[in-house]
């Protein structure tokens, strides 16, 4: 498991039976890639389930959702991949914007997240982008094809395309990027999709391929102990998260300006 989770939930309930209820969810029969998420037992009531990957986030809003409605507790649920940290709780179905930490709530109801003794405050809160570069892909084809998807036109600023050589580079602009790579991939089978997730200092760093909306491998930095996908050492030829950036065309700026 990464050091970090890119989403989590809080929550009582048997540890057994909870990762049984997160796998049959995300899981089916016939998935190979290997479990990306782990139950971590709590000193009390509560425990964390915790996932690292980036195509299951979202999905702890409705895990917490159900699993408020079997407990008088609320129920918890934090989302990484958010500018800043989305913590919400839940009870009895019913969902409310937390303003806490997402690593003092944990500590608080004794179920320190992972890397939470070993991260800064200050890179605990940071947000990772995703930035993706879709080769054989322009501008025009990806505003078009997004629209359609969305059934109206794109609200000015949503994203920000961005025509170079070597394909469309592609970022979130308001609201994040919400799928936007995945859905391009999936719709425009042509064609080859690398998004790149990672913090503003680059130390957390992930490179996913897709094509057909599927990935293939992924870089990750730091390595993940349950990859979703084949490892990949390299990317373009390129080991280095400012190496695979520039040759993938996407101005490492475009991270740290958000």
């Not at 059934?151 to 609201?175: C, M, N, Q, W």
Request: aromatic residues 8%.
């Amino acid at each position: 498991m990464s050091r970090i989770p890119l989403w989590a939930i809080l929550t009582p309930g048997e540890p057994a039976r909870l990762e049984s209820h997160v796998r049959d969810a995300l899981m089916s029969d016939a998935d190979e890639r290997a479990p990306s998420f782990e139950v971590i037992s709590g000193s009390g009531r509560y425990h964390a389930i915790v996932g690292t990957d980036l195509r299951d986030v979202g999905a702890e809003l409705q895990f917490a959702e159900d699993l408020s409605l079997q407990f008088e507790e609320p129920v918890y649920s934090i989302n990484r991949a958010t500018d800043p940290w989305l913590v919400m709780s839940f009870r009895n179905g019913l969902g409310e914007v937390e303003d806490v930490g997402p690593e003092a709530l944990a500590k608080s109801l004794g179920c320190p997240l992972p890397g939470a003794d070993t991260t800064s405050e200050r890179s605990a809160r940071t947000p990772l982008l995703t930035v993706a570069l879709l080769e054989g892909v322009t501008a025009e084809e990806a505003r078009r094809t997004l629209e359609e998807d969305l059934g109206e036109p794109l609200p000015a600023g949503r994203y920000h395309f961005k025509d170079t050589p070597r394909g469309l580079v592609l970022s979130g602009g308001i609201g994040g990027m919400n799928f936007a790579d995945i859905i391009l991939s999936e719709r425009l089978s042509h064609a080859t999709v690398y998004a790149v997730t990672a913090s503003p200092r680059l130390d957390i760093f992930f490179v996913t391929r897709m094509r057909g909306g599927e990935g293939i491998e992924q870089f990750a930095r730091p390595p993940q102990d349950f990859p979703p996908y084949q490892i990949a050492n390299e990317v373009k030829g390129e080991n280095s998260p400012e190496r695979i950036l520039a040759a993938l065309g996407i101005p490492v700026e475009w991270f740290q300006n958000g």
